[in-house]
């Protein structure tokens, strides 16, 4: 089974961070080491070469595998809680032990509104 990079959610992984800094494409693309063009291409949906995936990666301070596998996500958890957790590791104001911690509580919550929402 061929290993495919789910772009469109490195892709919205990516926008949340450089929203997080305040900082634009080009900056963030600058700081990655990569061109702002690989950027322009990745949010159009083009996969980024192996490099690039991974400096990518290593810039969002996030696993590779965390963007490996399907493309089509049948639930928004780990979507959302990788955004999340992006967000969380782009703040400076927070020690590491912060960032754990409330991405521990927001996980928890996700499990409780997981487990109280009616079955279909």
């Known amino acids: ?3 495919h990079i789910d772009v469109g959610r490195l892709a919205a992984v990516l926008s949340a961070r450089i929203e997080s800094e305040n900082i634009s494409w080009r900056q963030a693309a600058s700081q990655i080491g990569v061109s702002p063009s690989l950027l322009s ?3 159009n949906g083009q996969r980024p ?3 690039a995936f991974v400096q990518i990666t290593q810039w ?3 696993s590779a595998d965390d963007f490996l596998g399907s493309t089509v996500r049948t639930e928004s958890e780990p ?3 990788s955004e999340v957790a992006a967000l969380l590791r782009a703040r ?3 020690t590491e032990t912060d960032k ?3 991405e521990n509580v927001f996980k928890s919550g996700l499990q409780v509104l997981r487990s109280t929402r009616p079955a279909n």
């Open 100 to 102: 754990t911690l409330l």
């Open 79 to 81: 979507e959302l809680m």
């Open 60 to 62: 969002l301070k996030m």
């Open 49 to 51: 070469d192996l490099d």
């Open 92 to 94: 400076k104001d927070l």
């Open 1 to 3: 089974m061929p290993t």
């Open 41 to 43: 291409r990745l949010r």
